[in-house]
């Protein structure tokens, strides 16, 4: 039925209007998405459709980016704008009219008319705070509110998708980081360990989900002596696994032509670390050279887990050295330890993965259970160590996961 004062062609007209902002607000958002605009563009995108062409005087778009962060505003200081979303919108699941609230509408919330909330997936988007639009005797408010709120909802869903798709490519790339990572560690880690009548080694390696800087290595040197050695680099990936790599360089270069002088051997690992890292990230290390003919283990922990040595009657920890490496120009007061090797001695090497390992009742794997384990049966071979250390790993964790890799090197050194 006509309005008075209003022909039915006025009406058509103002119809056709009203349905032309509808397609050209949605077309000009959809074109934005679909040129993947950033979420700015997208912001002031509804920001011009409220202000300038449905006449909104004040309003308020509250958008959750994490944190509820206010994207879009008319008419409000923002610096004193004291509204809580979670204390005050969250509750709200669907378009409120806030004068149909009466006597329980929040003061808080007096300046606005509309509440229209966006969920997707049950998941909070966005609140859009917002007063009448501007109109018009013969203007329906409900196309107008409606027209907002599918603007609201694809805005809001779009950057939401945005966002999950960004973060699912920062994935796959993680993977692939993670995939060259360990590529890379497998490269560096000896294929295959000593086994002869003199002494014999053996190494498992369980990776947490983040493949991470483990390292372990054996070296021959010549005049009866061998070396080895377990270290842990700081960090995870790429960045750790490079580092793992010239750290190897370096320490396979200097072992071979420092040898005999452990003190200036580490001196020159620790600022080729330096060098290489420029104090961003540190290694932990334990190195042993052991000389076949003197029965003799010179070594140097540098802020490692000190390694486990166990005979037949005694065991100790191996911590003679110094600080970590990577850290400090000069390491101060660098000791070297020595231990004169009895027959059937064995010495386990671990990364700190291993006195991390909490079980159901949070209770750390000790290193006085792990000395005990190797005292007990103390002429086992290498490899049986590692293959009953898996073992009581993966009871001993039942369903929980590594909270680090875990690297272990187990070296037996048997009678003459």
């Excluded at 080694?201 to 054996?218: E, R, S, T, W």
């Excluded at 700081?234 to 396979?252: D, E, P, V």
């Excluded at 970590?324 to 027959?343: A, C, H, R, T």
Aim: charged content about 25%.
């Amino acid at each position: 039925m006509p309005i008075a004062g209003l022909n039915v062609m006025d009406m058509l007209r103002y119809q056709l209007k009203l349905k032309q902002l509808e397609i050209d607000a949605l077309l000009e958002v959809t074109t934005a998405i679909n040129l993947n605009e950033p979420a700015s563009r997208l912001f002031e995108l509804f920001d011009t459709l409220l202000s300038e062409q449905l006449g909104v005087d004040h309003y308020l778009l509250f958008f959750n980016q994490n944190t509820w962060q206010v994207k879009a505003s008319q008419g409000y200081d923002l610096h004193h704008i004291f509204i809580n979303v979670e204390r005050d919108l969250l509750h709200f699941k669907q378009l409120v009219i806030l004068s149909d609230l009466g006597n329980s509408r929040p003061d808080i919330l007096k300046d606005f008319d509309l509440i229209i909330p966006v969920f997707h997936k049950q998941k909070p988007l966005a609140f859009l705070l917002m007063s009448t639009p501007m109109l018009k005797s013969y203007e329906p408010l409900e196309e107008k509110i409606k027209l907002v709120q599918t603007v609201a909802n694809i805005i809001s869903v779009a950057i939401e998708n945005k966002k999950l798709f960004k973060k699912e490519k920062e994935q796959e790339a993680l993977k692939r980081e993670l995939e060259v990572a360990a590529q890379v560690q497998t490269m560096l880690i000896p294929d295959k360990l000593p086994k002869n009548n003199e002494f014999e080694m053996a190494a498992i390696y369980l990776p947490h989900i983040n493949v991470g800087g483990d390292y372990y290595d054996f070296m021959e040197l010549g005049n009866d002596e061998f070396a080895f050695c377990i270290a842990d680099i700081s960090g995870k990936g790429i960045a750790a696994a490079l580092l793992m790599a010239n750290f190897q360089a370096q320490l396979r270069e200097l072992v071979k032509t420092n040898h005999t002088s452990i003190d200036i051997l580490i001196q020159k690992l620790n600022a080729g670390v330096l060098l290489s890292t420029r104090g961003e990230k540190f290694i932990t290390m334990f190195l042993g050279i052991y000389n076949r003919k003197t029965r003799i283990l010179r070594y140097v922990n540098a802020g490692h887990n000190p390694p486990v040595l166990v005979t037949k009657n005694n065991s100790q920890l191996l911590e003679t050295g110094c600080t970590i490496l990577g850290m400090f120009e000069n390491l101060p007061n660098i000791q070297s330890g020595e231990v004169k090797v009895e027959d059937d001695t064995t010495i386990l090497c671990y990364t700190d993965g291993l006195t991390d390992l909490v079980n159901e009742n949070n209770q750390v794997f000790s290193l006085k259970g792990l000395t005990a384990f190797l005292k007990h049966d103390y002429n086992r071979s290498a490899e049986k160590i590692t293959h009953e250390l898996i073992e009581i790993i993966t009871n001993y964790k039942e369903a929980n996961d590594l909270v680090d890799d875990i690297t272990i090197l187990a070296v037996k050194i048997f009678g003459k």
